[in-house]
């Protein structure tokens, strides 16, 4: 009987930009490569972050998800592997969110740890009350609040989605945080 996966060999020594570029032509067969390629890799990373290893297979798995979505992003300029690693970090991120039922905020470091708002988004019973007082704000600080602390971008990568200067970014981060704490403050007097 012939082995069903001889296919695999084909792949073998191809680097992953040229997988990219099969996957991004259509052949699903080099995508079911990268899965294999890079499964225990992604399985260990996320390991050091989720304990439970249910967890951490189904964020691997939603990872490869989210790569199969967005592989006609892959710029196969830059090292897959970072980029591979990032949508699992996100996807990680983004399920410890939903396990905790909180806003879990990063620590980062262009803001201060005590700051209070931080504090305020990371309580659940105050979940609704901030959503109304995010409502209120222009819609330039809402959209630079929800990149930074519901969708975890960077500076950097706000800067591109929103195709700002970086110091733009900052200042429509700080400005929002200042709205935001004022808003929190006048609706819960």
């Known amino acids: 009987m012939p082995n069903n996966n001889s296919w695999l060999t084909e792949f073998e020594d191809w680097p992953d930009e040229a997988l990219v570029l099969e996957v991004q032509s259509g052949n699903i067969r080099a995508f079911e490569y990268i899965v ?7 399985f260990a990373f996320l390991r050091r972050m989720i304990q439970d290893e249910a967890t951490v297979e189904e964020v691997v798995q939603d990872a490869f998800l989210n790569l199969y979505r967005t592989i006609d992003r892959v710029d196969t300029s830059q090292r897959f592997s970072t980029y591979l690693h990032a949508i699992a970090k996100h996807q990680a991120i983004s399920t410890w969110r939903k396990m905790k ?7 980062a470091e262009h803001i201060a740890d005590d700051d ?14 901030v959503r109304r007082a995010i409502s209120t704000l222009e819609e330039k600080y809402r959209h630079v609040l929800q990149l930074y602390y519901f969708d975890t971008l960077n500076y950097e990568e706000i800067q591109r989605v929103m195709h700002l200067p970086l110091n733009t970014v900052r200042t429509h981060l700080r400005r929002a945080k200042e709205l935001l704490r004022r808003e929190l403050d006048h609706t819960h007097d």
Request: glycine residues 4%; hydrophobic residues 35%; aromatic residues 8%.
């Open 101 to 107: 039922d909180v806003v879990p905020l990063d620590a």
């Open 116 to 129: 209070p708002i931080e504090e305020r988004l990371m309580k659940a019973s105050d979940g609704e009350y």
């Open 36 to 42: 294999r390629r890079y499964h225990a890799r992604l």
